[in-house]
């Protein structure tokens, strides 16, 4: 029913005496979490956001999500970072890597507005194209540029298509409770909207109206998505105890990245997984990589990636360890036929699942990696839904907030995000940057 | 018209004094590459592959695509690591990421294959259910295990549809020019062939039948993908002068490496280079890797992954420097549109492009990143076509050989990657491994 660490391949340095001296920083680090005592404790809504979340907004994700199921073909989210990771992992964990190719009685789900490049929105224009469609736009501020700058775009498309007035209908906006470019707007032109709450980051934002809405609209069960965050909650937020597989996992972290690997591999073996580790390499990497410290988060997806990731990481350099999450139950089974003629010398898999099969690939692989003096940390899941979805964000949520104080960094900023913004702006020629214009362009000549 | 190495942002390891340094190294790895006398010098057969090809493959390689074209709407491409890294990097660069969802007169393609997830099978099946298709299976031996379980249950499947006889001319398979599984069972059943050649490992194999086929499908040019391919030869292959920007390449990421810098950072600013990416990590990872040696390779798209990654890259552990592969003219562009609110500020872009804007986050960031001491190498691309991306395909092979060579390593094996599989067999009771699993599954209790 709960997920489940398993520290047994991860070597003496997650060994009972490797914890045992991790104990008061562990301790305080947790300390600074529930007291709200440590850097960034603005930011800590995502806490108790499973149990403490505004129910009359969520009924309403849900009847907008229903009436978009039942109007629209497609729904395009513009939103970028936080304001579509999250998103997109939970409905590619749950649904499928494949969501728009497969039949369904939900939406195409197109991401947009998290790209400069012009080729990827006149694609998206494309897709849009003879579709009925609405459009979910996601930014705190409004004036995120690459989600702006789509918006206006598409909201043109959009008024265009269906005039102005039922436009308004089918444009859903989330964004600050109160100020801001897209709620002045949204005010004005009579948007449906969404908030996105001031005391949760956009790296810990899967589980407000920001996740949800597109997650509801793909059919996603967002109850069930609560209850197992929630679920979470109890078990890990409640006390610092050694039996806290948040605190021991933010530990052996730490551990690690002081004896000097300090690349963490997040790995799965399902296809379906791959926006789920882009997710967790911004929670990890925005909220650690500052002050010149932190994991380097990378992933693969396995058995695929064995075979071109494989070799770096059985034989190359000895940087990294892994943290490898399991399901026990796949979404759907295939079984290994017979061939009379077994050329390929399979049949002795014959009548075994596909599933079966991985597990056993999964089993070889973490022997030949801890052999080849890569440690590997397992995280089970009993299966790919929405209950143990909601669990596992929320166990990687805590984990990165208690990880990041005993770092001791803030876990809840992220300041080095604004340097090549101000760096573009001058070069754009925004107003107020002449200065920097003149200065940086002559680092060009 | 060709690729353009800039190294003004490449700090003073990639200075005139360092790449003097390296002149003596990399003139002996440019020797023992042109003369055949460094290890693994078996496997150089892509060298010559853009002038020495066989014709007459080539010939029925379009031939069978233009067939393909007219008698499917779906070509289920089978292969793993280079059996699919290639097809899928040069499809998605040159036509869309989005290459399945866009509208076009080309077959959907599918790359299965590639994993164990039953899932990602099941689903693979569900694809082609309805659909007029055709598969292309390769593998050099024919008993990858990944591949070959795919194709016992598709190859029932499109027999089932068809019927043997007519399923047979729908079956094209890329493997051994003599011998293995594969091979016997095409003679058995007359399936096309075409070669996986002995002398070009399967990280280096793009430009044989095993990317070709797949890659002319999706309706590319894969004459003009020669051509620059062929064009690049004579540029970076011809000689060891200090002027051959793949020597120079080749010096500096061995430079970053000895200085510590120990992640190479792949970043492109277009989404359609996503898998193109996912490739260089296999050709540099694979390569590299080995004697406990190499850069760990990883990737991002910008501007999309600076509001994920980005973070960590400016502010987090100096362990990286990154490549910037940038393209000078987009497939397409749009304008920002003017809008008379201007609540999101944006009206001093309108009426540029957003390739213009795009441009501008490329020059700002890497003035930002290289501020934060992550040095940036840039290579420019006029465009991306087949023509500017045969070019690029060479130029990083014969880089990663040179590479390969100043590091000390054999850049065409890969030993490492059988340890997984010889355990996965074990613990999968393949006969022969009776002893192997005994003590391995003795390491699960």
């Known amino acids: 029913m709960s ?36 850097a960034g404790s603005d930011y800590l809504g995502w806490l108790d956001l499973p149990v403490n979340y505004d129910k009359s907004e969520f009924a309403r994700i849900k009847s907008c999500a229903e009436k978009i199921k039942s109007d629209s073909q497609a729904l395009v989210v513009l939103g970028i970072g936080g304001s579509y990771l999250g998103a997109r992992a939970v409905i590619e964990f749950v649904k499928s890597n494949n969501y728009n190719l497969i039949s369904k009685d939900t939406p195409d789900i197109y991401f947009g507005g998290n790209t400069l490049s012009s080729y990827s929105l006149a694609e998206l224009i494309k897709l849009v194209e003879g579709k009925d469609f609405s459009i979910n736009v996601i930014s705190k501020s409004g004036t995120t540029t690459e989600t702006a700058v789509a918006f206006r775009v598409l909201k043109k498309i959009i008024e265009d298509k269906y005039g102005k007035e039922e436009a308004a209908k089918r444009i859903y906006v989330t964004t600050d409770k109160s100020r801001g470019a897209l709620k002045a707007l949204a005010d004005k032109e009579n948007y449906q909207t969404f908030v996105v709450p001031d005391d949760v980051g956009g790296r810990y934002s899967v589980l407000t109206a920001v996740g949800l809405l597109p997650i509801a609209v793909a059919g996603i069960d967002i109850d069930a998505l609560m209850s197992g965050a929630a679920y979470a909650r109890e078990k890990y937020a409640s ?29 799965s073996y399902e296809p379906s997984m791959l926006m789920w580790n882009e997710w967790l390499k911004q929670l990890y990497g925005e909220s650690e990589g500052k002050d010149g410290k932190g994991l380097f988060p990378s992933s693969v997806i396995f058995s695929t990636d064995l075979h071109s990731m494989g070799q770096y990481i059985q034989q190359g350099e000895r940087l990294m360890f892994e943290t490898v999450i399991w399901v026990n139950s796949p979404i759907e089974d295939v079984d290994v036929p017979f061939d009379s003629d077994n050329g390929d010398g399979l049949n002795f898999l014959a009548g075994k699942t596909m599933h079966y099969v991985n597990s056993k690939a999964f089993q070889g692989t973490i022997l030949a990696h801890t052999d080849g003096d890569v440690p590997n940390i397992v995280i089970e899941l009993d299966r790919q839904d929405e209950y143990n979805l909601g669990q596992l964000i929320y166990f990687f949520e805590i984990v990165c907030a208690l990880s990041g104080y005993i770092l001791g960094i803030n876990p809840f900023d992220q300041p080095g995000v604004e340097s090549y913004k101000k760096n573009m702006f001058a070069l754009l020629g925004k107003p107020g940057y002449e200065q920097e214009k003149e200065i940086l362009e002559k680092r060009f000549i």
């Open 3 to 38: 997920l489940k660490l398993n520290l047994k391949y991860a070597g003496d340095s997650a060994g009972k005496e490797a914890l045992a001296s991790m104990k008061d920083e562990v301790s305080a680090a947790f300390g600074k979490l529930k007291n709200g005592t440590g």
């Open 239 to 267: 006390d610092d105890s050694p039996e806290n597989d948040a605190c021991k996992y933010a530990a052996v972290r730490n551990l690690f990245y002081r004896s000097g690997r300090k690349i963490e591999l997040m790995v």
